[in-house]
């Protein structure tokens, strides 16, 4: 075959790489950072608009592109709205887990990436339990990459999730968000900050629209350091303190497949730090209480507070959907021709 020839059916089979140039793909969402202000006011408001779209309206609008999800670490939540989100706006998903495919047998997430690329995926949604691993998968595939949580380091969609039921709560009726929307709003993220990406993406994203974010739990999961993260963000290691400045807390699980042999005494954690009914109602007997998931009962929080009326957590759950209707739409139109 001539060289041409060569050049033409590769052409043809797989689409040509773009220039490495960074970012690689206007569409790919793996901070929070990626997303301007007015970008992160365009995408509530969107989601919004697509959650009260006519269903069948809304399911023409991916119509049959394709998505995969590379889940190297177990999810509910995040796995599950991801895939609904992306069939109610009328897409093709695919999963792929690290417990039933080739990377089992060794295959390197970049292999993977390219192979899924090569299978026709649009857009790739990926879950990985080393930081960064986002960022590798954009730059070998240079397609859209949704990061749904990089080992400790971020998870872009959380903290969007968790602003709009944020916003709901706090202010209500608002679906834009500006530089002062949170203004007067304190946010405690209590628990174990030094390996969550949910309080690393909350940290970066709320105190960017006027939030004040007091980060509070023993030195051992949140070290001094941490107060330096972002403007805006401060340390508190007296929780009922905490609570008493906040309107809302997001309460975090202890990552036990991150500890790495940290040893913690877990009676004097939940002494100090579990939340209790009794120590909201005499420090915060109005504030929104929060949680990602998964809630270890009786652990960071008892069931009687996240079962309570101050509890939002199946209302974020519910929120996962929407915006990640919105965070996928955008990764596969590429509307604003560059990142917002
Ligand atoms: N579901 C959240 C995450 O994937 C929080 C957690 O696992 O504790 O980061």
Same mark, same amino acid.
């Given at each position: 075959?001539?060289?041409?020839?060569?050049?033409?059916?590769?052409? %043809?089979? @797989?689409?040509?790489?773009?220039?490495?140039?960074?970012?690689?793909?206007?569409?790919?969402?793996?901070?929070?950072?990626?997303? !301007?202000?007015? &970008?992160?006011?365009?995408?509530?408001?969107?989601?919004?608009?697509?959650?009260? =779209?006519?269903?069948?309206?809304?399911?023409?609008?991916?119509? #049959?592109?394709?998505?995969?999800?590379?889940?190297?670490?177990? !999810? @509910?939540?995040?796995?599950?709205?991801?895939?609904?989100?992306? #069939?109610? *706006? &009328?897409?093709?998903t695919t999963l792929v887990s690290n417990l039933s495919s080739s990377i089992e047998k060794g295959e390197s997430l970049k292999d993977t990436g390219l192979t899924l690329?090569?299978?026709?995926?649009?857009?790739? /949604?990926?879950?990985?339990?080393?930081?960064?691993?986002?960022?590798?998968?954009?730059?070998?595939?240079?397609?859209?990459?949704?990061?749904?949580? $990089?080992?400790?380091? +971020?998870?872009?969609?959380?903290? %969007?999730?968790?602003?709009?039921?944020?916003?709901?709560?706090?202010?209500?009726?608002?679906?834009?968000? $500006?530089?002062?929307?949170?203004?007067?709003?304190?946010?405690?993220?209590?628990?174990?900050?030094?390996?969550?990406?949910?309080?690393?993406?909350? =940290?970066?994203?709320?105190?960017? *629209?006027?939030?004040?974010?007091?980060?509070?739990?023993?030195?051992?999961?949140?070290?001094?350091?941490?107060?330096?993260?972002?403007?805006?963000?401060?340390?508190?290691?007296?929780?009922?303190?905490?609570?008493?400045?906040?309107?809302?807390?997001?309460? *975090?699980?202890?990552?036990? +497949?991150?500890? !790495?042999?940290?040893?913690?005494?877990?009676?004097?954690?939940?002494?100090?730090?579990?939340?209790?009914?009794?120590?909201?109602?005499?420090?915060?007997?109005?504030?929104?209480? =929060?949680?990602?998931?998964? /809630?270890?009962?009786?652990?960071?929080?008892?069931?009687?507070?996240?079962?309570?009326?101050?509890?939002?957590?199946?209302?974020?759950v519910t929120n996962g959907v929407a915006i990640r209707m919105a965070v996928i739409e955008r990764a596969l139109k590429h509307e604003n021709g560059g990142r917002p």
């Amino acid at each position: 075959m001539t060289p041409t020839a060569t050049a033409a059916r590769r052409t %043809l089979f @797989t689409p040509p790489l773009p220039e490495p140039r960074f970012p690689y793909n206007p569409g790919s969402m793996l901070s929070v950072l990626d997303l !301007s202000v007015q &970008g992160v006011s365009r995408l509530l408001a969107r989601a919004a608009e697509l959650e009260r =779209m006519d269903p069948l309206v809304r399911d023409r609008i991916l119509l #049959k592109r394709r998505l995969a999800l590379l889940f190297y670490e177990s !999810s @509910t939540r995040t796995r599950t709205s991801f895939e609904l989100a992306a #069939k109610a *706006l &009328g897409a093709d998903t695919t999963l792929v887990s690290n417990l039933s495919s080739s990377i089992e047998k060794g295959e390197s997430l970049k292999d993977t990436g390219l192979t899924l690329r090569a299978l026709g995926a649009e857009a790739i /949604i990926l879950r990985h339990n080393s930081s960064g691993a986002a960022w590798l998968l954009e730059a070998s595939t240079r397609l859209p990459v949704i990061n749904a949580g $990089d080992g400790m380091h +971020e998870h872009p969609t959380q903290a %969007l999730l968790d602003l709009r039921t944020l916003l709901a709560h706090l202010r209500p009726g608002v679906e834009g968000v $500006d530089e002062k929307t949170l203004s007067g709003v304190t946010v405690a993220i209590v628990g174990d900050i030094l390996h969550s990406r949910v309080a690393r993406s909350n =940290m970066l994203l709320l105190p960017r *629209l006027g939030a004040r974010v007091l980060l509070c739990g023993p030195v051992q999961l949140l070290p001094d350091l941490a107060a330096h993260a972002a403007a805006g963000v401060a340390i508190e290691r007296n929780f009922d303190a905490a609570l008493g400045q906040s309107q809302a807390v997001m309460m *975090l699980r202890i990552q036990a +497949e991150r500890l !790495s042999g940290l040893q913690l005494d877990l009676d004097e954690y939940k002494a100090s730090y579990q939340l209790t009914g009794q120590r909201l109602a005499a420090h915060a007997p109005a504030a929104l209480v =929060m949680h990602p998931g998964p /809630i270890i009962r009786g652990m960071e929080i008892t069931a009687g507070v996240a079962d309570g009326v101050q509890s939002a957590i199946l209302e974020q759950v519910t929120n996962g959907v929407a915006i990640r209707m919105a965070v996928i739409e955008r990764a596969l139109k590429h509307e604003n021709g560059g990142r917002p």
